[in-house]
């Protein structure tokens, strides 16, 4: 996965070369708006992954005309199987997932995976995110559900 998951510092330089679109990233389903921060989650397809693991993009977006930190270890995934649900840990063994300032104005992403704290060897059908610490302001309650995996897609394919 360490070709995936770049180090955050890296992906928001990178990735801050054109200016963001205040409230682009709300469009998608699991979004939320907190402080000057927009962010929304995707389920990644990543068939290298271990079964019982999930890898979940994370955009994020400066609304505002000052600097904000951000602060992914504190995004907190929760997977839902059909008998359970239980915590999921950010895989990060070199610890290269770190707080970082997301310039005015600015967007980018990181793909993060993340893994059952107890055991499974199945993947959860379903992870619910919630974004309170990742930025200052995010609210509590703020709670967001989508699914594990990646949607396949019929438009332009085969019938079903």
Do not use: I, K, Q
């Not at 070369?17 to 402080?35: N, T």
């Not at 271990?50 to 977006?61: E, M, Q, T």
Request: net charge negative.
């Amino acid at each position: 996965m360490g070709a995936l998951r770049a180090a955050l510092v890296a992906t928001v330089s990178a990735a801050c070369v054109s200016a963001y679109e205040p409230g682009a990233l709300l469009r998608a389903p699991a979004s939320v708006r907190a402080d000057c921060l927009d962010l929304a989650v995707t389920p990644h397809a990543d068939p290298a992954l271990p079964a019982s693991h999930v890898a979940l993009r994370v955009d994020f977006g400066n609304r505002c005309a000052r600097p904000v930190t951000l602060d992914l270890t504190r995004l907190a995934v929760t997977g839902v199987w059909p008998s359970h649900r239980a915590p999921l840990a950010l895989v990060d063994p070199r610890r290269e997932v770190e707080p970082a300032v997301l310039d005015a104005h600015r967007d980018g992403a990181e793909t993060l995976e993340f893994a059952p704290v107890t055991d499974s060897s199945d993947a959860p059908a379903e992870v619910c995110v919630a974004f309170e610490g990742v930025v200052p302001g995010a609210d509590a309650a703020t709670l967001r559900c989508l699914a594990a995996r990646p949607v396949a897609s019929t438009a332009g394919g085969s019938p079903p």
